[in-house]
């Protein structure tokens, strides 16, 4: 399971290289210029394509724009992912803000609190109370969810997603959520992440984290 989720990672940043070598004007790829621009080499490139069945000419290269649409559709981005936010503090305000997941075909499309003082607008995202996020998930079909709200209730409000039907949570609150196996979590831990950074800071290592 490790190992088919770093593929996907690698996939992913795969994916954001060919834009950007689209967005540069070139039309074809090696998997050698792929590899540097990932920082992978042009062996585990070639690993990772064959293992989901993208091939491309021995001496051609690939062609960017069909890489992309075979990545895509294996990525899910070939249509709008919508998500939900629950917690409109001030790390999910600034979510709430931040316009680059547009880009990777996911969108935010509400934001849930318990605060009464949090609901209304951020932009053109509705902030509604929790109570209704049971009505709101099953009626526009959110199987993902990000959760920034504080430690204290992370769990409680990981098991009412659960309930409501969210299969996959990018968990921000500094807490690991106990829930059924079936739910896909990722953890992101703000606090921990600097930690590791400042510490190989400060034992003079430059091997990448």
Avoid: W
């Avoid at 994916?15 to 689209?22: G, K, S, V």
């Avoid at 960017?64 to 917690?87: A, M, P, R």
């Amino acid at each position: 399971m490790i190992g088919y989720r770093n593929s996907i990672l690698r996939l992913s940043h795969y994916r954001r290289c060919l834009r950007q070598f689209q967005e540069l004007g070139y039309t074809r790829v090696f998997s050698e210029n792929l590899g540097q621009a990932a920082g992978v080499s042009a062996v585990q490139v070639r690993k990772d394509f064959s293992s989901f069945g993208l091939v491309g000419r021995r001496k051609g290269g690939y062609i960017i724009s069909e890489l992309l649409d075979k990545i895509n559709q294996i990525l899910k981005k070939d249509k709008i992912e919508k998500v939900i936010l629950v917690g409109a503090g001030n790390l999910g305000s600034a979510l709430l803000k931040y316009r680059g997941f547009e880009k990777e075909s996911i969108k935010i499309v509400a934001a849930f609190d318990a605060d009464p003082a949090k609901t209304g607008k951020r932009g053109d995202i509705p902030v509604y109370p929790m109570e209704k996020i049971f009505s709101f998930v099953r009626e526009n079909g959110i199987r993902v969810a990000i959760l920034t709200v504080p430690e204290s209730v992370a769990q409680d409000v990981g098991e009412r997603l659960v309930s409501a039907g969210i299969r996959g949570i990018l968990n921000f609150s500094p807490v690991t959520l106990r829930l059924p196996e079936r739910i896909i979590i990722s953890h992101i831990n703000l606090a921990v992440e600097l930690e590791h950074l400042v510490y190989y800071v400060h034992a003079g290592t430059t091997k990448a984290l």
